[in-house]
């Protein structure tokens, strides 16, 4: 009885979150990030539309209504007629998930940041402002699994967009 | 006795396990990149615009809606995930607590009460009229959940009068005496108004199913705005009790 008992003491400890590593793992299943680069995901910019692959959350603004693309941007659409919606335009702004908007005014994110976008004419679609770093959990530190291994992040090599699953030898993050 | 220890092995690993669970919940919706569901990280009210980020509520003046200007930032609490405004008050939930600030001094938000988690989620809640108040609250393996029909009078200290099982409630909105309220792949539910406040058994009016999946509704006068799975779509409610799909944008 004693034994079962240790044995699951062990297995629960095992499987508590456990952010400590031990150096020696040998060759695991981790995970390795995927950049991108800084300045090119910082550019938001009005585009020609594109399909639907990850909806989000809807806002509908006079006979506008706006529609997230999950961590790419924003679809725009006119609902005039709604039997028969116009697809306008997508507001390209990379880890986009939010949006509301103000007196033509429309306020989402693009990374860590909190963009101003003037929308009174959407061909002119241009960012009046930027305030910089108001959303840091945007920024992926790590992969969304838990109880997994991964390479940290190094914020030298650009931002974090995703992360490929492969082997690595004594990986130094967990979670 | 030998049970007696299998069963508090067996409760401590399901409680390690649970509470690692909950931080990648919390985790993983903070990266968005779960669920479609409307996790609210900001919200306008008025000439303002408040934003959460990690325990942070901030404080945006935007008069000026070009040019937002930082005007307070206070700390919540740990791990805070959505921001809705009602009746007066910012209520911002973490998955341990709804925590109220009262908003009559627009952009100096002031703390008063934490409520409970149970009787609002991070969702915007329906308001009926000065008294009652409907939310859904969703299990966390998303099957299951309940509508709770709510006293608002004392809004710092609401009470359920009045729960509904649902199957997968998500978001909801009100038009006329018809609250329209998502269930996932389940379709969308029309619920009477005023049955809801009184004896429930005749409440639902009717379920409808497109084999989408709902996740929130705008209704307006006419035209209700679906969010589904794949897109959105449109139906006319210029009668209330009985939509007409009018159009359905995918891909």
């Known amino acids: 009885m004693k034994q079962f008992l240790a044995f699951f ?45 990850k909806a989000g959350k809807i806002v509908l603004y ?26 306008l335009g ?6 986009c998930k939010e949006l509301a908007i103000k007196d033509n005014h429309l306020f989402t994110n693009n990374l860590d940041d909190l963009v101003v976008i003037d929308i009174s004419s959407l061909s002119g679609t241009k960012v009046v402002n930027r305030l910089q770093g108001q959303f840091p959990e945007m920024i992926l530190q790590h992969p969304n699994e838990t109880g997994i291994y991964f ?17 690595l030898k004594n990986p130094k993050c967990n979670r | ?31 968005g990149s779960s669920t479609g569901g409307s996790l609210a990280r900001f919200t306008l009210v008025g000439n303002y615009l408040y934003t959460i980020s990690y325990q942070n ?3 945006y003046d935007i008069n000026d809606p070009k040019n937002p200007i930082l005007i307070s930032e206070i700390s919540v609490g740990p791990d805070i995930e959505t921001i809705f405004p009602f009746k007066g008050y910012l209520f911002i939930g973490s998955s341990q607590a709804m ?86 792949d389940k379709g969308l539910k029309l619920f009477n108004v005023n049955a809801l406040q009184g004896n429930g058994n005749t409440a639902l009016i009717k379920a409808i199913q497109t084999g989408d999946t709902f996740y929130d509704v705008i209704p307006t006068q006419q035209t209700l705005y679906a969010y589904i799975k794949e897109g959105f779509m449109t139906y006319n409610i210029a009668d209330a009790k009985n939509p007409v799909q009018l159009a359905r944008i995918t891909h």
């Open chain 1, 9 to 53: 003491l062990y297995i629960s400890v095992l499987s508590s979150c456990n952010r400590n590593i031990e150096s020696d793992l040998g060759e695991v299943d981790a995970y390795v990030p995927t950049y991108g680069s800084d300045a090119m995901l910082r550019k938001v910019s009005f585009e020609a539309v594109r399909p639907i692959v």
């Open chain 1, 62 to 87: 006079n006979n506008l209504l706006f529609q997230v693309e999950q961590d790419e941007g924003i679809h725009v659409f006119n609902v005039a007629n709604p039997a028969n919606p116009q697809r």
């Open chain 1, 90 to 95: 997508f507001i390209k702004s990379a880890f």
């Open chain 1, 151 to 167: 390479e940290c992040p190094d914020p030298g090599k650009g931002v974090v967009t995703g992360w490929t699953k492969t082997r």
């Open chain 2, 1 to 31: 006795m030998k049970n007696i220890i299998y069963i508090i092995c067996f409760a401590l690993i399901i409680s390690l396990h649970a509470s690692c669970g909950k931080e990648s919940l919390s985790v993983s919706n903070s990266n």
């Open chain 2, 57 to 59: 509520l901030r404080s």
């Open chain 2, 99 to 184: 925590y109220l600030y009262d908003i009559s001094f627009p952009g100096k938000p002031k703390p008063t009460s934490q409520v409970s988690y149970l009787v609002f989620t991070g969702r915007d809640p329906v308001v009926a009229n000065d008294t009652v108040a409907f939310s859904t609250v969703r299990s966390f393996n998303d099957q299951g959940g309940v509508m709770n029909v709510i006293n608002i009078r004392q809004i710092t200290n609401p009470s359920i009068i009045g729960t509904f099982i649902m199957e997968q409630p998500y978001g909801l909105g009100m038009q006329g005496e018809v609250l329209y309220v998502c269930e996932g």
